[in-house]
C-alpha cells in the first residue's frame, strides 16, 4: 500500500529585500499602488471607478492590452495615474515604499506575490474578496477584504485615509503575517527537507 501525502509549499518573499520605511503620519493618503499585467483579470477599471472624485496618486507597476484603454479613462475621469513598465525586481522594494496603499482589484488570482511584497513592506492592503487573496488577508486584521465594487474598494479607501491608527494596525500585521508563514528562506529550507525526506 502506497501512502500519498500533499505538501503545500506557497509563494514566498524575501523578507530582507521587502521591508518597511516608515508610516505615513499625515492624515491623508496620498499614493496607490497596484502590481499586475494590465489585463481583465486584473479590473483595474473598477480600480479606476473607486478612486474617481478622490484625490490621489494611482501607479500601476505592469504592461498589457489594456494600457491604452487604462490611460484613456483615467484621462476623461481626471484620474491622476503614472503606468510604469515591468521594472527590474530588484527596483520593486523602492516603489512599495514611496506608496501609503496597495490595492489588488481583481477578479481571479492564485495565490498573488505582489499581495506578500506589498504586506512584506508594510503596506495596509485591500482586495477584493477572491481566492487566493482570502486565504492571505484577514479582515481587519492584517488587510481589508472588499467587495468587487467601486463603493466597496472607495469606502476601505477613505476609511484608511482618514484612520492613522488602522494603518499602522494592518501594517504591522501585513508585515508578520509574511514573517511567519511566508519568509522565503524558510519555505526554501521546508522543501530542501521535503526533497530529502522523498528521496
Request: proline letters at 4%.
Amino acid at each position: 500500500k502506497i501512502s500519498r501525502k500533499a505538501i503545500f509549499l506557497p509563494n514566498g518573499v524575501n523578507i530582507l529585500m521587502f521591508k518597511p520605511k516608515k508610516l505615513n503620519k499625515q492624515k491623508n493618503i496620498e499614493n496607490l499602488l497596484s502590481v499586475g499585467r494590465l489585463e481583465h483579470q486584473k479590473n483595474y477599471s473598477l480600480l479606476l471607478k473607486s478612486i474617481k472624485g478622490i484625490n490621489v496618486n494611482l501607479t500601476i507597476v505592469g504592461t498589457g492590452s489594456q494600457k491604452d484603454k487604462l490611460l484613456k479613462e483615467a484621462r476623461v475621469n481626471n484620474i491622476n495615474i503614472n503606468i510604469i513598465n515591468s521594472v527590474p525586481y530588484n527596483k520593486l522594494p523602492a516603489i512599495y515604499n514611496t506608496s501609503d496603499i496597495f490595492i489588488l482589484s481583481s477578479k481571479i488570482e492564485g495565490h498573488p506575490k505582489v499581495l506578500l511584497e506589498a504586506m512584506a513592506s508594510g503596506l495596509p492592503v485591500i482586495c477584493t474578496k477572491v481566492e487566493g487573496a482570502k486565504e492571505i488577508i484577514k479582515d481587519g486584521l492584517n488587510g481589508l477584504l472588499a467587495e468587487n465594487s467601486p463603493q466597496s474598494i472607495r469606502k476601505h479607501i477613505i476609511n484608511l485615509s482618514s484612520n492613522l491608527r488602522l494603518r499602522k494596525t494592518l501594517s504591522v500585521s501585513a508585515r508578520r503575517t509574511v514573517v511567519k508563514h511566508f519568509d522565503l528562506n524558510k519555505l526554501l529550507i521546508t522543501e530542501i527537507n521535503t526533497i530529502k525526506n522523498l528521496i
